[in-house]
């Protein structure tokens, strides 16, 4: 069936410069957005993003893009938009993504790692945008969404109110640590880093819910792949080279690396349920065992004892043991 195109984007492409200009749709992601390449004569591309509103609002995208641009980061510049209409036409990045790139070639994993790490140092070595602080009540908003779709989706019954206060223990110690704060990309992952220039530029995607926060919040994302196995050793070697290069403390680092590793995985395996649920994405479910994993290693470093003492009162063994469970359609 033929792709419809976004309302307006014939007269935006005509006036960005780009009239006549062939356009490819992508495949999406889990959002409402839609992207498209699009051609124009002489093999030049550039890509179309299609934020419609009300759903989306490409606002943060363009503020974040714009300021990565200006401090010496690879965001994709930007060539026009349109915010009203939720159109954008931004620089091509290319095919080069780094989930891809490994897929065909593994024996440079530690290269692209490293090169994806030293990225993050570059980042947090500028003083923080002008995005929103990472505070207590996001971390405890996106904690939530476990209790909110996982645990009913699992004909759950669990302590909400303890559930809060288990994670506002286990985090309140980080809080002043993340202060002044780095900006945190918030989806910083092998899926969403393009390879460029060969294997040493990190070409930055999908930042558009930056916020100041926690340096080691970036890294857990990365590590900790929702979407990637990432080896345990290869794990420990990037944390040991992020530490290397920043000089931060690395006991320290390494229990809040545990907690925000901790409260990213809970909060994706809930986006991944409520995909399912609500958006119809049944896909996502799939990769809810590799995150469950995850969440249960940091859960062992003593400082999410709180919450590991939840789960342990309000999530049967045999779902922890089977990786969350399966889910009934």
């Known amino acids: 069936m033929p792709v419809e195109l976004p309302q307006g984007v014939e007269p935006f492409l005509a006036a960005a410069g780009w009239g006549e200009a062939a356009i490819e749709p992508l495949a999406g992601d889990a959002s409402f957005r839609r992207y498209f390449r699009v051609r124009r004569s002489g093999d030049r ?6 934020a419609p509103p009300p759903n989306e609002d490409p606002a943060p995208f363009l503020r974040a893009a714009k300021w990565l641009d200006g401090n010496g ?41 490293c090169a994806a790490v030293d990225a993050l140092v570059e980042l947090h070595r ?44 286990a985090l309140s110690p980080l809080l002043p640590r993340q202060r002044p704060g780095v900006t945190v990309l918030r989806d910083y992952h092998a899926e969403n880093i393009m390879l460029l220039n060969g294997l040493d530029e990190q070409g930055l995607l999908d930042f558009q819910d930056a916020l100041v926060g926690h340096p080691a919040y970036d890294l857990v994302s990365l590590l900790q792949d929702a979407r990637r196995d990432v080896s345990p050793d290869l794990e420990a070697e ?7 290069r920043t000089g931060v403390s690395a006991e320290d680092f390494l229990a809040d690396y545990a907690r925000l ?12 349920v409520r995909l399912w649920k609500r958006d119809g994405k049944p896909r996502y479910l799939d990769l809810i065992p590799r995150v469950w994993a995850l969440l249960e290693r940091d859960l062992a470093h003593p400082a999410l004892e709180p919450v590991a003492r939840w789960f342990d009162a309000n999530i049967p063994a045999a779902l922890r043991e089977a990786g969350g469970g399966s889910f009934a359609a």
């Open 73 to 113: 980061m690879r965001a994709p510049r930007i060539l026009a938009e349109d915010a009203a209409r939720g159109l954008v036409l931004l620089e091509d990045f290319g095919e080069a993504r780094m989930r891809d790139y490994l897929d065909q070639w593994p024996a440079d994993e530690r290269q692209v790692y």
């Open 45 to 50: 591309t550039a890509m179309l993003m299609d």
């Open 261 to 272: 590793g901790a409260q990213r995985n809970a909060k994706i395996v809930g986006i991944f």
């Open 126 to 169: 500028l003083p923080p945008g002008p995005f929103l602080d990472y505070s207590l009540s996001e971390y405890q908003r996106e904690a939530r969404l476990l209790i909110e779709w996982y645990c009913p989706a699992q004909s759950l019954y669990v302590d909400a109110a303890g559930y809060s206060a288990a994670w506002e223990q």
């Open 238 to 244: 990037m944390f040991d080279h992020y530490v290397a």
